[in-house]
């Protein structure tokens, strides 16, 4: 399959949480060739099946993980398979597996070789992935006395795979440069519990919890609700986040039209977006720090007195200096640590966390 990354050849041994990977790669153009046991992977036994038939050629979670591959059977314990493998793996620009590799055993020939150890702790489930590293805390409904809800999908496998195929694809880069490869060590715990939104950062930084919201993202405090119930009993998500001044505007002449603006107690809210032509991450910062003789003090002249609410309030704020981009970067290496350093902050003021990655990369294996 022709792509950008035609010419790169992968040796995947086949595993679930290393399958995206490989299809990533492969969907753009890598040769990818899955090494399997004998009798084939596991996953060709996984469900649903075409037609509801069981077999190993009809597993469709088998056929969408592992498109645009090819793949050949290993036996680990015939010494001629394994001399094989190796020489395969010699031909080959990177090495992808859930278990830890020995760089020094597979890269003994060749040093431009990229070994990738998709690392995770057991029992391994793509829930108990998830559990373990936060996001199910984050999904359920506003009602805490019913469980968290898990994310279909995969998201634990996938998120992990997302994270090998940029250690790699940088990895790649360094290459071209340097003419050497290197060891990769993805923490496929770390990189769910930094796909938590403010969820895991919230905490470590500011020690605010999050509270799951139906239909919404989870927040430190509870949000507008999005989803109405309808005559048949079934609900509807209607929320959409107005980001620019004419969506605010868009709303307003509708509430107009029904005349239902001064009726409408969050119009307040509605207008105070109509005057911003885009509302950002930034705007809310800035208004976090506005005073009540700022924003928060203005009224609205229409409504019959009723004052606009003050400000956002912000639990964490941040110095002016602020933090280093790198900080929040979950892609950690010492080129990382050494412009933090050259930007005049001294190693002992990098927090701990900042250093929790789900990728560690190291050149000497």
């Given amino acids: 399959m022709s792509g950008p990354l035609e010419g790169l050849r992968v040796v995947e041994l ?35 099946f075409l037609d509801d038939e069981p077999g190993p050629e009809r597993s469709l979670w088998w056929w969408h993980y592992n498109t645009s591959k090819r793949s050949v059977v290993v036996d680990p314990n015939d010494t001629a398979d394994r001399q094989a493998l190796h020489r395969l793996v010699e031909s080959s620009d990177v090495l992808l597996a859930a278990e830890s590799l020995d760089r020094a055993e597979w890269a003994a020939n060749d040093e431009r070789l990229v070994t990738v150890s998709v690392l995770h702790p057991e029992p391994l489930t793509d829930l108990t992935l998830l559990a373990g590293a936060g996001p199910v805390w984050m999904c359920g409904y506003d009602d805490h006395s019913l469980p968290p809800v898990r994310g279909g999908g995969n998201q634990g496998f996938h998120t992990a795979s997302h994270w090998a195929a940029i250690g790699i694809l940088t990895a790649i880069v360094h290459r071209e440069i340097s003419g050497t490869g290197q060891h990769i060590d993805v923490s496929a715990h770390a990189a769910a519990s930094v796909t938590t939104e403010i969820g895991s950062y919230g905490y470590l930084v500011c020690g605010v919890e999050v509270e799951r919201q139906t239909g919404r993202h989870a927040n430190t405090v509870p949000t507008q609700p999005t989803q109405l119930r309808c005559a048949d ?21 509708w509430l107009d039209s029904l005349g239902l603006r001064e009726e409408f107690d969050g119009s307040v809210f509605l207008e105070m977006g109509a005057e911003r032509e885009r509302i950002t991450a930034a705007d809310l910062a800035g208004s976090a720090g506005a005073t009540d003789a700022g924003v928060g003090s203005r009224k609205r002249s229409s409504s019959g007195g009723r004052s606009r609410p003050g400000p956002l309030s912000s639990s964490c704020r941040r110095s002016a200096t602020g933090s280093p981009p790198g900080w929040y970067s979950p892609t950690r290496s010492s080129a990382t640590h050494t412009s933090s350093l050259a930007a005049g902050r001294s190693r002992s003021s990098i927090p701990s966390w900042a250093a929790r990655s789900p990728i560690r990369v190291s050149r000497t294996g």
């Fill in 14 to 48: 086949t595993h679930e949480l290393t399958a995206w990977t490989g299809k990533l790669l492969a969907d753009l153009g890598a040769e990818v060739v899955v090494v399997a046991p004998p009798g084939g992977s596991v996953q060709r036994s996984w469900p649903p």
């Fill in 233 to 253: 009993g079934r609900y509807v998500n209607a929320g959409t986040g107005a980001r620019r001044g004419a969506e605010f505007r868009m709303f307003l002449n």
